[in-house]
Nanobody, 122 residues
Framework: VQLQASGGGTVQPGGSLRLSCVLS????????VNWFRQPTGKEREFVIA????????YYADSAEGRFTISRDNAKNTVYLQLNNLKPEDTAVYYC????????????????WGQGTEVTVSS
């Protein structure tokens, strides 16, 4: 299984970005891929997750109302839409392949992408 994240960049506060994560080695329609981020010098933290059944979305407090997760099974790709970005959203964003356990815990994920850097600065 491999995950390839892309779409990061530098944006001004209030701007938007769409991150992509392409899954290979598995089909997305039988997988769950979610998002974390890691600010410089800090621990990796949960951002947003779609449940295994697809029936529920889990948000970090910082993400609710601004970030959305979506998927295109035909392209084996998961997206993270980042809106109304703030300087505190600056981090490396990682997609991860869910294995089992709590969606918000890094230990529940078996494979990780290489990360894509998002910088929010004026």
């Amino acid at each position: 299984v491999q995950l390839q994240a892309s779409g990061g960049g530098t944006v001004q506060p209030g701007g938007s970005l769409r991150l992509s994560c392409v899954l290979s080695g598995r089909t997305l329609d039988t997988s769950t891929v979610n998002w974390f981020r890691q600010p410089t010098g800090k621990e990796r933290e949960f951002v947003i997750a779609e449940s295994w059944t697809g029936g529920r979305i889990y948000y970090a407090d910082s993400a609710e109302g601004r970030f959305t997760i979506s998927r295109d099974n035909a392209k084996n790709t998961v997206y993270l839409q980042l809106n109304n970005l703030k300087p505190e959203d600056t981090a490396v964003y990682y997609c991860a392949y869910y294995f089992s356990g709590t969606y918000q815990s890094t230990t529940s994920y078996k494979f990780w992408g290489q990360g894509t850097e998002v910088t929010v600065s004026s």
